[in-house]
């Protein structure tokens, strides 16, 4: 019984041995043929100026070119759902063909057959395919969407106040401001390897906004505004105190290439201090405001070059013009330890004309907290 199925198992072995033997020789000569075969035509996925050439020989992708050439158009995919063409005879098309077909051929393995069928061969040649580049340049600038006056600016995104959030990212937008330059070369490079289509958004041909709403910079902007939207500063001058909310503070505020500044038109600081206060100590009340991002406005000190602080007529007019400009500011900041009755005369003022007040000390809790 044992021995029947030995011989029975063989017969199977034996089978199977032959079965795997025909197999490989059958690989063999397949692989065989294949290298020989392709000793004279193009490796498999061998693309010569975007014209598949696998399996032809040199006379054969001669008349696959002269053809594509014959017939050629390019499609430009825009913006908006847009498209435009360019003729092969736009251009001036056309083939000239010397020995570069027959080099790559040479260059090629034949052996290697197998190793190209996952591993493309891709071949550009200027020598094949010529045109007139004045005409093509032309032909550019003729698109519709190299019109500047109908080009939209790309825009950054942003920040915006939001009723439930505090604040949230405006999504960037991405505009049909057309990036010239690398256009030019792609347009180029599509014509010389007869590319049928050229995505202007793959291609990277427009000019992108520099904040989109994925930037990390944004992002971090995004959080410190929320948490600078909560802040109360409280300050005293005087026997007044104040509560600067941090509402207000965002108002002073703009976003910049997706970080927080302050914005120039909203930073224009009213310098309220003491007339007996020194040159030099008012210089550094002035330079500190500066330091923190505000454009100070200091009327004692601006006016002290032509007005005489001895005579009466001078000092009313300092008085009005100094009244003049406090309208035009953003906010008061009162410096100095001390407030006099020409000080109160303008926080009282500010206060009527719901003008922000705050102290130096006021402005220096803001910037940390920022």
């Known amino acids: ?72 158009k390019l499609t430009i995919q825009e913006r908006g759902k847009k498209s435009e063409t360019i003729t092969g005879k736009d251009v001036s098309i056309s083939v000239e063909f010397d020995d570069t077909l027959q080099n790559i051929l040479k260059k090629q393995n034949g052996f ?11 071949y550009e040649s200027k020598s094949i395919v010529s045109y007139d580049e004045v005409a093509l340049k032309q032909q550019m600038n003729q698109l519709s969407c190299m019109n500047k006056d109908k080009m939209k600016p790309p825009v950054d995104a942003t920040l915006k106040e939001d009723k439930k959030d505090g604040y949230v990212i405006v999504k960037e937008d991405l505009g049909t401001t057309v990036d010239e330059e690398a256009f030019w070369k792609k347009l180029q490079d599509s014509v010389l390897n007869l590319q049928s289509e050229l995505s202007m958004d793959k291609e990277k041909c427009y000019v992108d906004p520099k904040v989109k ?32 909310a941090g509402t207000e503070i965002c108002k002073w505020m703009k976003v910049e290439e997706g970080k927080a500044v302050v914005d120039d038109e909203q930073a224009l600081a009213y310098v309220c201090c003491s007339a007996e206060e020194g040159k030099t100590k008012v210089q550094r009340y002035c330079r500190k405001i500066y330091e923190l991002g505000y454009v100070p406005i200091c009327p004692q000190y601006s006016f002290s070059p032509f007005l005489d602080d001895g ?60």
């Open 1 to 72: 019984m044992n021995s029947g199925n030995e011989q029975g198992n063989k017969k199977i072995s034996k089978k199977g041995t032959i079965i795997a033997a025909s197999v490989v020789g059958a690989l063999v000569v397949i692989y065989l043929a294949g290298s020989i075969f392709f000793q004279s035509h193009y490796l498999p996925r061998t693309v010569i100026n975007g014209i598949s050439c696998t399996g032809k020989n040199a006379d054969g992708v001669k008349d696959a070119i002269t053809s594509e050439v014959k017939n050629y």
């Open 213 to 244: 709403e994925d930037s990390k910079t944004l992002k971090k902007t995004l959080a410190k505004m929320k948490s600078l939207k909560d802040v109360k500063i409280t300050y005293t001058f005087g026997d007044k105190q104040e509560v600067l």
């Open 311 to 370: 005579d009466a007529e001078d000092m009313q007019a300092m008085r009005r013009m100094s009244h003049q400009i406090l309208r035009r500011c953003r906010m008061v900041v009162v410096c100095g330890k001390e407030t006099t009755g020409t000080m109160n005369t303008e926080i009282s003022m500010a206060d009527r004309l719901h003008i922000i007040c705050t102290t130096l000390d006021g402005l220096s809790k803001i910037k940390e907290n920022e």
């Open 112 to 122: 290697k057959w197998v190793v190209t069928l996952f591993s493309p061969e891709v």
